[in-house]
């Protein structure tokens, strides 16, 4: 009878912890079927979100991708690899473009001290593009067929600003650069300049001539800087056998000038276009040669691609005084209140300046094109946007 009170207790006891057990597999069974319905849920929910964001960021990418200009392919055989040092400024940005659009691979390298971005925002993306922010006075390692070294700032107001930088960039800047077309068995050219003839005692300048430079002036640290660069370019070609090309650029001007740079083109079109006085230092006896930066950038590709390693002049020779060119500046601006001013003359300023250009031409038949006043339109429509994006007042 003990025995049949015992089994009969065990029996209530397992049914009870059996019936227990069930209704919790019931409860836990319920809860996990709703938690599963809450996270199906919230992964529908996160879905959509998600789907909606990648739609939004595809039509932000849409809305802002870049339209490149178009490029002519070039077969991996003829299509360089080249670099241009300066390559966001003034002269160096229209290079860049020419060099793209013929179907190179082109890297600009700048510090933008008075390169500016913008002035090769059109080529960002592109599979042939590429742009490194980085000072010339740093060596660089990279693997290149051509480099034109443009590097170095070229208005007074932006060389004389810190003139030992200015001769840093002429002189190691161009060492660093030579030193990477030997390693890489490539072509330099060397963006020279008109200063190297100072204020010139013979006219017009040929390349033979060996310059009349003040070397402790204002303008030194620029005028001799090119000319130290020059003597490395060649330096290297003799002692190493460096292939190089020299470029003595004259005046230029045309659209990405930096309009605060204190050139003569900038200054005239601005003070004209707001009906201030515009401004001549001297007498406006002096002499310049203008020539389009278009004429200038085919100049430098066929100075790179000839056969031609002693210095090359590349300018206009149309021969206008300072006074005649305010004029001509002030009569196609149209009804103005401008007057020609005139202040005390810069020291060093060169007196006469044209190029003889026999060379370029005989060598890979390189003229200017575009005659002063045809170049002086697309001037104008820049410096009067420049006007208006930076609030210019206009009289």
């Not at 020609?340 to 060379?359: F, S």
């Not at 031409?361 to 946007?385: D, N, Q, T, Y």
Request: hydrophobic share 35%.
């Amino acid at each position: 009878m003990r025995n049949y009170y015992w089994s009969l207790r065990n029996l209530i006891l397992f049914g009870g912890l059996a019936l227990i057990a069930m209704v919790t597999c019931r409860e836990i069974a319920s809860i996990a079927r709703e938690n599963t319905k809450n996270v199906d849920g919230i992964l529908m929910t996160g879905r959509d979100e998600v789907s909606e964001l990648k739609k939004r960021l595809q039509a932000l990418e849409k809305k802002a991708k870049i339209q490149h200009p178009a490029v002519k392919f070039l077969p991996e055989g003829k299509r360089k690899r080249i670099l241009v040092t300066g390559g966001a400024g003034f002269v160096g940005s229209h290079l860049v473009d020419k060099l793209m659009i013929q179907g190179h691979e082109v890297i600009v390298v700048d510090n933008f001290f008075t390169g500016r971005k913008r002035n090769v925002e059109h080529w960002l993306t592109h599979e042939n593009f590429e742009l490194i922010h980085h000072d010339v006075v740093e060596p660089l390692y990279i693997e290149v067929d051509q480099i034109y070294h443009l590097a170095c700032p070229a208005s007074p107001p932006h060389y004389m600003f810190n003139p030992i930088k200015t001769i840093k960039t002429s002189s190691i800047g161009t060492l660093n650069m030579l030193g990477l077309a030997k390693r890489v068995d490539g072509r330099l050219l060397l963006a020279s300049t008109s200063e190297i003839y100072g204020d010139p005692e013979e006219h017009p300048q040929n390349e033979n001539y060996w310059g009349h430079v003040n070397p402790i002036g204002p303008r030194a640290c620029y005028d001799e800087g090119k000319r130290v660069a020059e003597t490395m370019c060649y330096a290297y070609k003799k002692q190493e056998g460096v292939d190089v090309r020299v470029a003595r650029i004259f005046n230029t001007y045309g659209p990405r000038m930096h309009m605060e740079d204190g050139r003569v083109v900038s200054n005239f079109i601005l003070q004209a276009l707001q009906n201030l006085d515009i401004t001549i230092y001297g007498d406006g006896k002096q002499t310049r040669s203008f020539q389009y930066v278009d004429d200038l950038v085919d100049g430098l590709i066929g100075l790179m691609n000839s056969d031609i390693t002693s210095p090359v002049n590349v300018g206009n020779p149309d021969e206008h005084t300072i006074e005649e060119f305010a004029t001509i500046i002030k009569d196609m601006v149209g009804p103005t209140s401008s007057k020609i001013v005139h202040h005390p003359a810069t020291e060093d300023d060169p007196q006469r300046r044209k190029p003889d250009i026999e060379k370029a031409f005989k060598g890979f038949g390189w003229r200017p094109k575009m005659p002063l006043k045809e170049g002086k339109r697309p001037m104008f429509r820049a410096c009067e946007i420049i006007c208006v994006n930076k609030n210019y007042k206009f009289v």
